[in-house]
């Protein structure tokens, strides 16, 4: 009768010593990686920023497919003062936030506002610049008082899953909002006449206005202002676990504000100060 | 004489049950499989049930899913009225006639319908004094009059081709057996070809439906909120995964109405092929 088990003998064996030099040589390869990275880390920290590419002069693409703008130079500016080796990610406005969970970067430097609703799923750092929104219209459409009581009746476009779209939906009822994927389409469809006015942050909109298409209109009423909506400014969101990162991030931000490296970036864009 | 024993014949081992071969083993895995994914897909949505983010958000899907449906039944419709005359005058004797209605469908089946959308949408915007001259800006103002539009055109392209090779597919033998029968070119038509012909296109055709069913999310991108405007916008929202699987499980459910419809309308184009049961 064959005993149990008793043909596994006849699989190879590890012989004395063996096996304890194989675990030896793999574990030392697991400390080995370990501390390498670990070394690195301590260098060069490893940064993944997202942003949207889609909305001048803050963040869009040149002709080469080159991130260029204002949150675009800030994040290379912070980078360097944190030691960071950063890359960059572009990622389309409606998914944004929910990439930054996923991981599929650390930080979203895109010009977003910060707000009560955003802050209960990420984490901001403080703000980096703070710039109202406003309304604008064709030129000669004789729109002066931008209430929404005033407003019945017309059509206005906003980028979707903004805070000017939120403050639309919430104080605008009963006047018609159009959502767009970008704010370029927006700013479109009131050049074509679709919609009437649009919402959307003043910088952006005057740098607009300066070009060929944005040339049929003009800001219209006062600068449209809601501590609730807007929140404090646009500040760099990150996964609420990262602390470090956000300690580090402001750090950095309060280093460039104070050696004049933010100034200078202010000074590329706008003649006046956007902080 | 002894009699024989029955029992001590040996006889062929009768196997029980079906063998274990590999198709099988593999079958049964993946249906494994994707018993699993449905069980985790299911619990998602049992476990993050939430009231109010359901109250909030599913009825503005409903209402996004029935801008859907309006939207791919105005486009089939249309498009069918426009696919007919254009698949005969694929056929026609004239050379022009031909190469017109040629070029057309070659261009919608040879583009993506989102450029197609865009083109439309975004393009009438730029020729805004132009339409208005002509009185169509009020048309090409409306989002989803422009998604139309595109549809329906997109859609007519398509059927055409499956009815152009549908009335080809109908014999020869039936033009001349309605010709001898002295019967006019359109009664040929009505009463002879098509019947023949939509047993043939009726496949392709439920395809194109779907096909349609799924490309109308494009209509979402024009700022459009049919389902997929609706889902993205909760997504953008909530940012809750779950409202695209919401989506999906609508989408589904047209596609399997469309195809239990269509295997009863096959049955009823081809009653007169079936053996009687006598």
């Given at each position: 009768m064959k005993r149990p088990f008793e043909n596994l003998?006849?699989?190879?064996?590890?012989?004395?010593?063996?096996?304890?030099?194989?675990?030896?040589?793999?574990?030392?390869?697991?400390?080995?990686?370990?501390?390498?990275?670990?070394?690195?880390?301590?260098?060069m920290k490893k940064v993944r920023i997202g942003t949207e590419g889609a909305y001048p002069p803050f963040n869009s693409f040149d002709a080469d497919k080159n991130l260029i703008g204002f949150d675009i130079d800030i994040a290379k500016a912070l980078c360097e003062k944190m030691k960071a080796d950063c890359t960059f990610v572009a990622q389309d406005w409606d998914g944004i936030i929910p990439a930054l969970l996923a991981n599929k970067y650390d930080a979203i430097i895109a010009s977003m506002s910060i707000t009560a609703e955003r802050e209960k799923k990420v984490a901001f750092t403080n703000k980096?610049?703070?710039?109202?929104?406003?309304?604008?219209?064709?030129?000669?459409?004789?729109?002066?008082?931008?209430?929404?009581?005033?407003l019945k009746g017309k059509v206005i476009g906003a980028q979707s899953s903004t805070t000017h779209s939120t403050y639309l939906e919430d104080i605008y009822k009963g006047v018609e909002i159009k959502l767009y994927g970008t704010q370029d389409e927006a700013n479109l469809d009131l050049a074509s006449g679709r919609t009437d006015l649009v919402l959307a942050d003043s910088i952006v909109l005057l740098e607009w206005m300066k070009t060929k298409d944005g040339?049929?209109?003009?800001?219209?009423?006062?600068?449209?202002?809601?501590?609730?909506?807007?929140?404090?400014?646009?500040?760099?969101?990150?996964?609420?676990?990262d602390t470090e990162l956000k300690a580090a991030m402001n750090k950095a931000l309060a280093e460039i504000i104070a050696d004049g490296t933010y100034e200078k970036i202010n000074k590329k864009y706008f003649p006046f100060s956007i902080y | 004489m002894s009699t024989v024993d029955i029992t001590a014949v040996e006889r062929p081992e009768v196997s029980s049950g079906r063998p274990w071969t590999t198709g099988r083993v593999v079958g049964i895995g993946v249906l494994a499989l994707y018993a699993l994914i449905a069980f985790f897909l299911i619990r998602m949505i049992v476990v993050n049930y939430d009231t109010e983010f359901v109250g909030r958000y599913l009825p503005r899907m409903l209402g996004g899913l029935w801008i859907t449906i309006q939207l791919c039944t105005s486009a089939i419709v249309m498009g069918a009225v426009i696919a007919f005359p254009l698949a005969l005058a694929r056929t026609h004797t004239s050379r022009i006639i031909r190469g017109a209605a040629y070029g057309y469908v070659y261009f919608f089946r040879g583009t993506p319908l989102i450029a197609q959308a865009f083109l439309v949408y975004y393009g009438a915007g730029q020729f805004?004094?132009?339409?208005?001259?002509?009185?169509?800006?009020?048309?090409?103002?409306?989002?989803?009059?422009?998604?139309?539009?595109?549809?329906?055109?997109?859609?007519?392209?398509?059927?055409?081709?499956?009815?152009?090779?549908?009335?080809?597919?109908?014999?020869?033998?039936?033009?001349?057996?309605?010709h001898a029968l002295g019967l006019s070119k359109l009664?040929?038509?009505?009463?002879?070809?098509?019947?023949?012909?939509?047993?043939?296109?009726?496949?392709?055709?439920?395809?194109?439906?779907?096909?349609m069913i799924k490309g109308s999310?494009?209509?979402?991108?024009?700022?459009?909120?049919?389902?997929?405007?609706?889902?993205?916008?909760?997504?953008?929202?909530?940012?809750?995964?779950?409202?695209y699987l919401w989506a999906a499980i609508m989408y589904l459910a047209m596609v399997e109405v469309l195809r239990r419809c269509w295997d009863k309308l096959?049955?009823?184009?081809?009653?007169?092929?079936?053996?009687?049961?006598?």
């Open positions: 003998r006849e699989y190879p064996r590890w012989r004395k010593g063996e096996l304890m030099k194989l675990l030896k040589l793999f574990c030392g390869a697991i400390i080995a990686a370990v501390l390498m990275t670990g070394a690195a880390s301590a260098e980096y610049y703070n710039t109202p929104a406003r309304f604008v219209a064709q030129k000669g459409s004789g729109i002066t008082d931008t209430s929404p009581e005033a040339a049929c209109c003009e800001f219209v009423g006062k600068d449209v202002t809601s501590e609730k909506h807007f929140g404090k400014g646009a500040g760099i969101a990150l996964r609420k676990e | 805004r004094p132009v339409l208005q001259d002509w009185g169509l800006w009020w048309f090409f103002r409306d989002a989803y009059n422009c998604a139309l539009f595109t549809f329906t055109l997109n859609t007519a392209a398509y059927q055409a081709e499956i009815l152009r090779g549908a009335i080809a597919n109908v014999h020869k033998g039936q033009w001349e057996g309605a009664i040929t038509y009505v009463r002879v070809i098509l019947p023949q012909a939509f047993i043939t296109a009726l496949r392709p055709y439920g395809n194109e439906i779907i096909f999310a494009v209509a979402s991108i024009i700022t459009v909120f049919d389902l997929m405007g609706e889902t993205k916008l909760a997504y953008s929202r909530s940012y809750d995964f779950q409202v096959e049955v009823r184009l081809t009653r007169h092929l079936k053996r009687s049961e006598e």
